[in-house]
């Protein structure tokens, strides 16, 4: 199996993730919401990444980037745990995950309350540019429906990078996760 010299196991280990080891082993995406997972050990290198998003809903706190890595499935908005951008063109969603890494599947819940279209057209992408925010790495899937609540595992070749950005190009959509 070919691994990643830049990968930092033991840096990883020592902060990045909540789920017991068992928990890690049978259910590796089950952990949190987003999850980025490589290919030497499987892992949620979400969480406890850095989020950041194109603009924050009037609720600072409650629609805030980081509540969609925080380790905390629950849906409904209102409860806090969901990042929510304003109704722009062209929102996205980004983590850093700190470290450059070979990713390859994201799983995304969506909201459970109301809204189950605004995810669709969503662009998963990983890359290690900032340009266009992040935008212009490389495609890894497209989201399509997902219902309310419900998560979706995204499996696709490797892609190695530090950012994964949720991109939602060519509408104005509060993108919420
Ligand atoms: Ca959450």
Not at 145 to 162: H, S, V, Y
């Amino acid at each position: 199996m070919e691994t990643d010299p830049l990968r930092r196991p033991h840096r990883l280990h020592s902060h990045r993730h909540r789920c017991s080891a068992k928990t890690m082993r049978t259910k590796p995406v089950l952990c949190t919401d987003p999850v980025a997972s490589f290919d030497y050990f499987t892992m949620n290198l979400a969480l406890g990444g850095k989020a950041v998003q194109s603009s924050t809903y009037i609720y600072p706190t409650l629609a805030a980037a980081q509540n969609a890595v925080d380790g905390n499935r629950q849906s409904i908005s209102m409860l806090g745990s969901c990042n929510v951008t304003n109704g722009d063109m062209n929102p996205w969603w980004r983590v850093d995950l700190l470290d450059v890494y070979r990713v390859t599947r994201v799983s995304i819940t969506n909201r459970g309350d109301c809204c189950e279209k605004r995810i669709e057209g969503i662009q998963i992408r990983i890359g290690n540019s900032l340009e266009n925010n992040g935008n212009n790495n490389e495609l890894a899937a497209t989201v399509g429906p997902i219902p309310l609540g419900n998560t979706k595992t995204f499996e696709f070749k490797p892609i190695k990078g530090r950012y994964v950005n949720l991109f939602l190009p060519g509408r104005n959509e509060f993108l919420t996760l």
